[in-house]
């Protein structure tokens, strides 16, 4: 089943890997984002974003040369959604946010309607997510984000097959648009909604802003997309920029160098990884990770597949410190751990101690060394800046809570 983990993806390049001060604002518009619980019974997060990471360092061009698919945004506990319209008048759709594809489509559960501003460009779309795919036919439509963000003539894929999508109509996708090349039969690749916006004139910087609550229980809304820039009011301190790495395969998606430490001593040297919203854990190379299990004293437990710690190793638990552009952005011993009010959709124990800091599968050096899922995300504030390809990231209110 697929399941979308948190939010987005995107990440970009930036004029230098160190730190710069934020420029002035432009105009944006933000849309909220509600939360939503997977109710059908305990799931096994760490397999599904395995059967995700597989996915996306066995990805493979299809036989015109061309990028396969892009890669999914799976979680199974927690789901991001918002609503579109497409058509006019337009039908409410309720679509998984994701900024690590590109392809928006619909029709997984509720039925394209087609109006007035319907156009049958009698084009092929399909696209394979690792736990999840639909294929169908490529329209173009009214796509309404907000009365604010409205794009004319968008594309959208009308799925006459999809698996693993279940309560959902399908995906909102905001991620680079070199992932849309090879979905659509005839073309190299497709305009994203953020490319159109920006083609437009409604942003004038063809950028996101995501700012998103530490999940502990169900509500109506509890994050914002920003386009067109960041949110100031979100985050605290400096936002500060890095760059995109130039090794692969991490630089096939919004890759980035970083280097960690725990307690201050470096357990994964800087290497390339990449950030992803699509990705439910933090993920760091095998080595790293072993390095991880001995401080921490952490043991596997075999049901839930993350790492449970006793109450009194909690309490000696040091800040996982992410070194990126200069800078270092910690995980407390609380942002370490998944939320114990949601052991339940784990699977875990009540009152256990989880946390949520894996194993991705292979040592340091193979070129994809660690994936700074959502979990690490949720405590900051991130910027997806294409028009000046870099990524941004800041504190936010919720870097140090102890809501877990």
């Given at each position: ?183 659509v039969s005839g073309v190299s690749s497709v305009p994203t909604v953020s490319d159109n916006l920006h083609s437009a004139g409604t942003i004038s910087t063809e950028s996101v802003g995501v700012f998103f609550a530490p999940t502990t229980s ?187």
């Amino acid at each position: 089943m697929f399941r979308f983990s948190a939010l987005l993806s995107l990440l970009v390049v930036a004029l230098s890997a160190t730190a710069s001060p934020i420029l002035a604002d432009t105009p944006k518009v933000t849309i909220g984002f509600a939360t939503r619980f997977n109710q059908t019974g305990a799931a096994n997060i760490v397999a599904a974003d395995r059967a995700r990471i597989a996915h996306l360092k066995n990805r493979t061009p299809s036989g015109n040369g061309r990028r396969a698919a892009s890669f999914s945004i799976t979680n199974t506990a927690v789901t991001y959604t918002t609503s579109v319209g497409v058509g006019s008048p337009a039908t409410s759709y309720t679509l998984l946010i994701d900024t690590g594809s590109s392809n928006t489509w619909v029709g997984a559960d509720k039925s394209y309607v087609k109006t007035s501003t319907s156009t049958n460009t009698h084009k092929s779309v399909s696209v394979s997510y690792g736990s999840g795919s639909f294929s169908g036919t490529e329209y173009t439509d009214k796509v309404t984000l907000s009365s604010d963000l409205v794009i004319d003539s968008q594309s959208i894929g009308v799925a006459s097959q999809s698996s693993g999508f279940d309560g959902v109509d399908g995906i909102l996708g905001i991620g680079p648009v070199a992932l849309t090349e090879g979905t659509v039969s005839g073309v190299s690749s497709v305009p994203t909604v953020s490319d159109n916006l920006h083609s437009a004139g409604t942003i004038s910087t063809e950028s996101v802003g995501v700012f998103f609550a530490p999940t502990t229980s169900e509500s109506d809304t509890n994050g914002e997309l920003t386009f067109g820039g960041a949110d100031s009011s979100k985050y605290t301190g400096t936002l500060a920029y890095t760059s995109l790495t130039s090794t692969s395969p991490a630089s096939e998606y919004w890759g980035i160098d970083q280097s960690v430490s725990y307690g201050g001593q470096t357990i994964l040297a800087s290497t390339a990884g990449i950030v992803d919203t699509g990705t439910t854990l933090v993920y760091i190379a095998t080595d790293a990770y072993n390095k991880y299990v001995s401080a921490t004293g952490a043991s596997l437990d075999s049901t839930t597949g993350l790492l449970r710690i006793s109450a009194a190793k909690y309490a000696d638990l040091k800040t996982l410190d992410f070194h990126i552009g200069g800078t270092a952005y910690g995980l407390t011993a609380n942002a370490q751990t998944w939320p114990r009010s949601l052991n339940s959709y784990i699977g875990g124990e009540s009152g256990d101690i989880y946390l949520v800091v894996n194993d991705i599968g292979n040592d340091s050096g193979e070129g994809l060394d660690f994936i700074d899922g959502y979990t690490f995300l949720e405590r900051f504030y991130t910027v997806f800046d294409t028009t000046n390809s870099r990524f941004g990231i800041a504190t936010t209110s919720y870097t140090s809570a102890t809501s877990n």
